[in-house]
């Protein structure tokens, strides 16, 4: 079922190699020219060292580049599954994702526009970010309402004319505070008394620099504002766009994102394996080359065990991850409802656990920024929250499982 076809396997053996390479030698380096430049949160002043397009362009050159996209010509004709590999190799970096054009939120826009985009659309938007030129941004997250249930959500999309009028503030948009931001898909309520209450909703194209869109900050996560990429708030205040800047026609924005978010829970689950692989083995290394009481340290109190259990449940996760997956590929997203909701809640807690106990086992320097243990504590925790927290999963999978015996969450058999 997991067997990988020679065109997928070569991909995952140069990708392992370009990593090893190419961006583990310079990756603390660049992180520390990131930290020391982009101090604070005026997003304005943030940049990318020159690093990264040298990085960019190598990994363009190898065919290493747009792998997440199943098109043969745009991206590399990998299915979900075989992608899933590479997301996995590409977690336990964080710079790598970014390398080979396949990080989030680009990832899962440029999918979005792939597949529900005007080739005027595809033209002005996916070519530049497939080419890496520019980088875009998703507004879906309100502050004022329980994000958690998206028809919640406050802000609007109105048609007058032959115009889009939007209003609304957003936050927790990833990328909003990267230099090459030039687009932002904007999700807003296009209300509709002839349509269901999940077709009311329209994603829309936005450039940044339109009039009346304004970035009011920058959201801290854990104190550190993850720069110069950033999760912003930023305001739309009666926006203009034209009407042809609907992606889909309007009130299509659920169907829209439910084709945006399966695909893209597979490659955060499968970083997050990723991660929690590396953390594993910097735990074992630090625990095995400190000594505390004439022992190393991993061989006092049970953190033995703790290796053990960490091996055990990140094998789970990879194995689950890849079964719906590969559900996605053969019966599509519908028949993989509850493995994507379930992995979506076992994942971020594998490497949550995983790297608290690499943390630990380093002591002070766990806590520090010498290794990546606690950005990828950051992004575990941050995962049991984006593209619905944990709850609204667990729910889901409820609600499968009950229909499955021939009940309903309101009806009895």
């Known amino acids: 079922m997991f067997q990988l076809t020679a065109h997928a396997q070569n991909f995952v053996e140069r990708i392992k190699k370009f990593i090893e390479n190419e961006i583990e030698p310079i990756e603390a380096d660049f992180w520390n020219e990131v930290h020391q430049s982009n101090i604070g949160s005026d997003w304005t002043k943030w940049q990318w060292p020159a690093q990264l397009e040298i990085l960019k362009t190598k990994a363009k050159t190898a065919g290493l580049w747009n792998m997440f996209l199943p098109d043969e010509k745009l991206g590399q004709g990998l299915t979900v599954q075989e992608y899933a590999y590479i997301a996995e190799l590409t977690g336990r970096s964080l710079l790598a994702p970014i390398i080979f054009n396949c990080n989030a939120p680009d990832s899962g826009n440029m999918e979005l526009l792939w597949r529900f985009g005007t080739e005027q659309q595809k033209q002005q938007w996916l070519m530049p970010l497939l080419d890496g030129k520019i980088r875009s941004v998703f507004c879906m997250t309100e502050p004022d309402v329980a994000s958690s249930d998206a028809t919640n959500m406050q802000a609007t999309a109105i048609v007058v004319g032959d115009e889009i009028v939007l209003n609304g503030r957003k936050w927790w948009s990833s990328g909003l505070g990267d230099p090459n931001a030039k687009i932002i898909i904007f999700m807003a309520h296009t209300p509709d008394n002839t349509k269901d209450r999940h077709h009311q909703h329209s994603m829309v194209l936005v450039p940044i620099e339109t009039a009346g869109v304004k970035i009011e900050r920058m959201l801290p996560v854990f104190g550190d504002y993850d720069a110069p990429h950033g999760h912003g708030e930023v305001s739309f205040d009666n926006v203009r766009v034209?009407?042809?800047?609907?992606?889909?026609?309007?009130?299509?924005?659920?169907?829209?994102?439910?084709?945006?978010?399966?695909?893209?829970?597979?490659?955060?689950?499968?970083?997050?394996?990723?991660?929690?692989?590396?953390?594993?083995?910097?735990?074992?290394?630090?625990?095995?080359?400190r000594t505390a009481f004439g022992k190393e340290i991993l061989?006092?109190?049970?953190?033995?065990?703790?290796?053990?259990?960490?091996?055990?449940?990140?094998?789970?996760?990879?194995?689950?991850?890849?079964?719906?997956?590969?559900?996605?590929?053969?019966?599509?997203?519908?028949?993989?409802?509850?493995?994507?909701?379930?992995?979506?809640?076992?994942?971020?807690?594998?490497?949550?656990?995983?790297?608290?106990?690499?943390?630990?086992?380093?002591?002070?320097?766990?806590?520090?920024?010498?290794?990546?243990?606690?950005?990828?504590?950051?992004?575990?925790?941050?995962?049991?929250?984006?593209?619905?927290?944990?709850?609204?999963?667990?729910?889901?999978?409820?609600?499968?499982?009950?229909?499955?015996?021939?009940?309903?969450?309101?009806?009895?058999?």
């Open 242 to 289: 034209p009407v042809e800047n609907f992606i889909g026609g309007a009130g299509q924005g659920f169907e829209i994102a439910q084709s945006r978010l399966g695909p893209g829970r597979i490659h955060h689950c499968m970083r997050c394996i990723g991660a929690a692989e590396k953390s594993l083995e910097l735990m074992i290394d630090r625990g095995m080359q």
């Open 299 to 413: 061989k006092l109190g049970g953190n033995l065990e703790r290796v053990a259990e960490a091996r055990v449940a990140i094998d789970q996760a990879r194995l689950l991850t890849l079964y719906a997956a590969y559900k996605m590929d053969t019966l599509g997203n519908m028949a993989a409802l509850t493995e994507i909701s379930a992995i979506k809640v076992v994942a971020p807690k594998v490497l949550e656990m995983v790297v608290d106990m690499a943390i630990q086992i380093h002591g002070g320097a766990g806590l520090s920024r010498d290794t990546f243990l606690t950005s990828f504590f950051a992004q575990a925790r941050a995962l049991r929250l984006a593209d619905g927290p944990d709850e609204v999963h667990k729910a889901m999978i409820a609600k499968l499982e009950l229909a499955k015996r021939g009940y309903s969450q309101r009806h009895k058999k």
